[in-house]
C-alpha cells in the first residue's frame, strides 16, 4: 500500500512555514491532525498505508499567518481534496502566501 506526506511553504517569506496544522479526511472520518515541523513537513507519513478513495487534507493557513504577524490574512483553511490510487505513493505539497496558494502532486 502507499504513503502520503505534505510539506508547506511560505512563498511569501520563501521559508517552510513551522507549526501549520494538517488534518487529513478520508469518508467523513478524520485520520490525522499534526502540525508542520521546522522545515514545513511532517515529521512521519500522514498515511503509510494509504487505501484507494477520496482524501481530503485540510491546512489551517490563516493561523500561522496570524502568528507571523500578518494581521489579516485573506485565506483562513485551505482545503485540498484528491484521490489515491492502490499502491502509490502521493506527496501533496502546499505552496502559499496570505493571499494565494497552490499545490500539485509531487513525488
Do not use: W
Not at 87 to 93: S, T
Request: proline fraction near 7%.
Amino acid at each position: 500500500m502507499g504513503k502520503l506526506t505534505t510539506h508547506v511553504l511560505d512563498t511569501a517569506s520563501g521559508n517552510p512555514a513551522h507549526g501549520v496544522r494538517i488534518r487529513l479526511y478520508h469518508a467523513g472520518q478524520q485520520l490525522a491532525d499534526i502540525l508542520t515541523n521546522a522545515d514545513g513537513r511532517c515529521d512521519s507519513p500522514l498515511l503509510s498505508d494509504a487505501l484507494p478513495g477520496t482524501y481530503q487534507l485540510l491546512f489551517s493557513i490563516g493561523d500561522y499567518f496570524l502568528a507571523q504577524g500578518i494581521s489579516s490574512p485573506f485565506l483562513n483553511e485551505i482545503p485540498v481534496h484528491f484521490t489515491i490510487e492502490a499502491g502509490r505513493n502521493y506527496h501533496v505539497p502546499l505552496a502559499c502566501s496570505p493571499y494565494s496558494y497552490s499545490t500539485y502532486r509531487g513525488s
